[in-house]
């Protein structure tokens, strides 16, 4: 769901990213309700299962009457709990109504990127339905022939982020260190017209992804090792520069007096007599709404947009070192000249770990 809502998203918005961000971590926290309802109640989750084989329906309408929410509803109350963004909240409310009443919604304040994601978020739930439930190429020809027909997404973006889905699949679970069960081989026939370039991208991200593997296994091992957050963040900032192919890596911290971060070290490409400690970037309320360091401080994400901090450095991301009240600075990387203007969705996914496993180890160490 996290992978298709993210292209989608992306898709939708004509945008020259080949993934949206905001659209996976979207997708991610519309699953959560489901997720937690598995883990901690998985009684009532197989019972649901076989509610849904009996009576030929959805497992969210068997949730539903059982415990009286569905899964969405769930998520609801969780994202509530945590006390995250509104702005995930509202995408997800958004869609909620597409699913009751099986018509967009329209609001003239809406952007047209909030508007995208609700819409996506729809659409990737009904295509995840069909591809964990389901068993059969005809029954996702008629999901997404009903998705294009009540115009929540187009037929053409469709097919084309279906046709992707089997190698997109394949290297983010590489690039995560995670086995998961291959996706349905009808499927695949989705991705027979993408041609051989298609397989060639694949063949190239996956000899990218080892290298990225190894960097994440070892980061990996020492946040659960307890190693100090300052050596975690030293190793985030290698994996920037040595795998990731970023030129300049800056890592902020946050001041004594919690209103702006300050430049610590920088690693890459930068001049002899520059000092780090020259950065100062605002946060909160008096910071720019365009700043990407403060954006993902504030929200808690990555962020791929924005004013760069420097005027030479394009595109960039920027990282928060912990989420929420545990967050304690960012990390801002870019490039100098590279050959694409955005950072790949590979790249994105593969920024997003190591943003998780900087608020693990924060977390950890705080305890």
Known sequence: TSLLTSKLTAEMGHSSSKADETGYLAGSFLELGTLLLAYYF?????????????????????????????????????????????????????MHSVERGDKIPRNKDQSDHDSNLGRALFASQKISNVLTHKNSKQELD??????????????????????????????????????????????????????????????????????????????????????????????????????????????????????????????????????????????????????PDALAFKESRPIFNGDPIFEDGWPFAAIPIGFGQRSIGVIYADRINPTDDEVSGRDQAAIGVLAELLDRSVSLNTK
Request: glycine residues 4%; aromatic residues 6%; contains cysteine.
């Open 42 to 94: 998985p009684q009532v989750y197989e019972n649901a299962l076989k509610r849904s084989d009996v009576k030929k329906q959805d497992l969210a309408q068997s949730i539903q009457e059982i415990i009286g929410l569905d899964p969405v509803e769930l998520s609801l109350e969780v994202l509530g709990a945590l006390k995250l963004p509104d702005y995930y909240k509202n995408a997800l409310q958004s």
């Open 142 to 291: 008629q999901a997404l022939h009903e998705l294009a027909r009540h115009g929540v997404v187009d037929n053409s973006v469709l097919n084309s982020v279906v046709g992707e889905l089997p190698n997109t699949f394949k290297t983010h679970c590489t690039s995560i260190d995670l086995s998961c069960p291959p996706l349905p081989e009808y499927v695949s026939s989705y991705a027979e017209s993408e041609g051989s370039a298609a397989t060639t991208t694949s063949e190239q991200e996956c000899t990218l992804n080892v290298n990225f593997k190894h960097f994440v296994d070892e980061i990996r091992e020492a946040v659960e090792s307890r190693e100090p957050t300052a050596s975690i963040i030293t190793r985030v900032m290698e994996t920037f520069a040595w795998s990731l192919n970023f030129d300049r890596v800056l890592l902020m911290l946050l001041g004594q007096g919690k209103k702006e971060l300050t430049g610590r070290m920088i690693l890459g490409l930068v001049k002899d007599n520059f000092d780090p400690k020259s950065i100062q970037r605002k946060i909160g309320e008096s910071a720019s709404s365009y700043a």
